[in-house]
Nanobody
Framework: QVQLVESGGGLVQAGGSLRLSCAAS????????MGWYRQAPGKQRELVAE???????NYADSVKGRFTISRANSKNTVYLQMNSLKHEDTAVYYC??????????????WGQGTQVTVSS
């Protein structure tokens, strides 16, 4: 089994910063892409940012220039540095990982979610 454990959410004022972390553990052969999604009340889950094992990144237009995703492959950990936070960034943030448990086994895993609330 594979587990993703997130940390770093909380309450922050508009313009402030937060850093999210997500560590994957368990029976892991390799991890391809890791990323962050978010879901606000009444809205669909959306991609925030993702990063491949080689360091190629992709961001939602709404967070470009404000958020930075990074990862430590040796620790199976992904980070999301969020700066200049806006009220509309308020959501539950979910970690995602595309994991191989063996050379033939590949599936998506999700964290439990961490709440980010930005007060205006």
């Amino acid at each position: 089994q594979v587990q993703l454990v997130e940390s770093g959410g909380g309450l922050v004022q508009a313009g402030g910063s937060l850093r999210l972390s997500c560590a994957a553990s368990g029976s892991i052969f390799s991890i391809n892409a890791m990323g962050w999604y978010r879901q606000a009340p009444g809205k669909q889950r959306e991609l925030v940012a993702e990063i491949t094992s080689g360091g190629i990144t992709n961001y939602a237009d709404s967070v470009k220039g404000r958020f930075t995703i990074s990862r430590a492959n040796s620790k199976n950990t992904v980070y999301l540095q969020m700066n200049s936070l806006k009220h509309e960034d308020t959501a539950v943030y979910y970690c995602h990982a595309d994991v191989r448990r063996s050379i033939l086994s590949r599936r998506d895993y999700w964290g439990q979610g961490t709440q980010v609330t930005v007060s205006s």
